[in-house]
């Protein structure tokens, strides 16, 4: 029985099990280089306009929450931590718990979801979206509307990739389910787990650059 | 290739101490240290990114490759902020982007 499913699991391609493994981890750590690269050409223009402007970005900056901010950080940690549990289950053969696991994170990142919906509600309601409609006390208009356009285009890239990872983590607990992935073809599992874990690390950076600027 | 599984505690020491530099790249924020808030707060996110990228991504059990894939990625980045800045702090910019 495992014999046969050592044989399904394993593509034309490859020799063996060990080598397909290696490629689909390779594979996956090169895409996240490019995420890398993705996030960074905004980072880079953060770091251009926040050098040439620091005074107006601070000022933006206290505009935002530190509360809702320190929140959404915990929630996406915790949910890494069930994340790597679910992998460990599923390699252990814990079917449920891994399912189980798999729904913990899809909660965490709509929770995650949920408080940053909440937080562009309250900046529409405080004309914070930059526009036609953005209002700034003070002599830094220009300037904090441009580090609202940053923040908007960062922290909206990154819900994208959570919303992303959610509908992942849906799709990959009813392939559990299913029995389509089980302790010996937990790589989808695995590699999924990697790029929850880079939007994890991608708002780690977001949340001190973003809400923590300036002296509070 | 693949990763050891590892016992839970290792991932829920790992979970503690990503909370408590949460917790302390927070109280950083209202210390008074003048020009040394973005270095402390990078430092913070970078020991975080660290210990995510060491454990919960498995770069600890990987082998080279994977070693040489995740360097690549901050390689290229750090070429992209060398780069950048090397024109934006050296070059005659318009008045808008000098302090």
Known sequence: MSDRRAESALSDQFESVEQQHGADLFGMWIFLATEVMFFGGLLVAYAVYRHAYPHGFDLASHRLSVVFGTVDTAVLLCSSLTMVLAVRALRLGQRLPSIALLLATATLGCGFLVLHGTEYYHEWQEHLVPGRYFQFEGPHLTEAQLFFWLYFALTGLHSFHVIIGVVLMLVLAASVFERRLDAERYIALEVSGLYWHFVDIVWVFLFPLLYLIGLR | ?99
């Open chain 2, 1 to 99: 290739m693949s990763a050891p599984i590892v016992a839970i505690k290792v991932y829920l020491k790992v979970w503690g101490a990503l909370l408590l530099l949460l917790a302390l790249t927070v109280a950083a924020a209202y210390v008074p240290m003048g020009e040394f808030h973005l270095p402390v707060a990078l430092a913070i996110s970078v020991t975080k990114a660290f210990l995510i990228v060491f454990v919960f991504m498995e770069i600890k059990w990987g082998g080279r490759l994977l070693h040489l894939a995740a360097i690549a990625a901050l390689l290229w980045l750090a070429i992209f902020f060398v780069l950048t800045f090397n024109d934006y702090l050296t070059r005659d910019l318009p008045s808008a982007l000098v302090r």
